[in-house]
């Protein structure tokens, strides 16, 4: 059975970075085709893909963002981790994490997702 | 970038109606589109993958077509429970949701 788990600070000060750790279990980030995904998803409205990296390592961000954006893994202990620098009040969001499955060259869809932690960003 | 329009962004219907809501691409993306529903508090639930293909455990009243730049996700026979906010997804091209459909009853 597969499940994620998000944590992270809860709040954090404008101009800070925020660090946010996917917990998983159920499968392994170094079999082919696997990745965690990171989205996120202001209150109320809807959600914005962030970050994506897979089980050789390749990750893949937002452009939108730019290079604010850092995901990393730690493959023996089934953790991922996101790192946002800079923040802002436009950053308050709930951020989920999410097994992400890729196969046959054209199937890719996160079918897992965590529960999400609220992540409020205020002075 | 690709940007994804869904129409409406709410929709009444009742129970028994077949629904049908839309996703437009601003470019051609084959058919890398994925369907997500998100009920009210709840992460979001994969639907439909690769435009048309079930995912597990999904009722079959739930069903997707389309392809290049126009899509659809087409519920048979809306029951109480399919009350929530339906997401598009690319991936042909980086990854992005469209901005949703929320479904609620009349």
């Known amino acids: 059975q597969v499940t994620l788990k998000e944590s992270g600070p809860g709040i954090l000060q404008p101009s800070h970075t925020l660090s946010l750790t996917c917990s998983f279990s159920?499968?392994?980030?170094?079999?082919?085709?696997?990745?965690v995904s990171w989205i996120r998803q202001p209150s109320g409205k809807g959600l914005e893909w962030l970050a994506s990296i897979w089980w050789n390592g390749n990750t893949y961000n937002n452009p939108s963002l730019k290079s604010r954006l850092t995901v990393s893994k730690d493959t023996s202990n089934n953790q991922a981790f996101l790192k946002v620098t800079s923040v802002d009040t436009a950053d308050t969001a709930t951020y989920y994490c999410a097994h992400t499955l890729y196969y046959g060259y054209t199937v890719l869809y996160f079918d897992y997702w965590g529960q999400g932690v609220m992540v409020t960003v205020s002075s | 970038d690709i940007q994804m329009t869904q129409s409406p962004s709410l929709l009444s219907a009742s129970v028994g109606d077949r629904v049908t809501l839309s996703c437009k691409a601003s470019q051609n993306i084959y058919k890398y589109l994925n369907w997500y529903q998100q009920k009210l508090g709840e992460a979001p639930k994969l639907l439909i993958y690769y435009t048309n293909s079930l995912q597990t455990g999904i009722p079959s009243r739930f069903s997707g077509s389309g392809s290049g730049t126009d899509f659809t996700l087409t519920i048979s026979s809306l029951q109480p429970e399919d009350v929530a906010t339906y997401y598009c997804y690319q991936y042909n091209s980086g990854y992005t949701f469209g901005a949703g459909t929320k479904l609620e009853l009349k």
């Open positions: 159920g499968f392994s980030l170094s079999t082919y085709g696997m990745g």
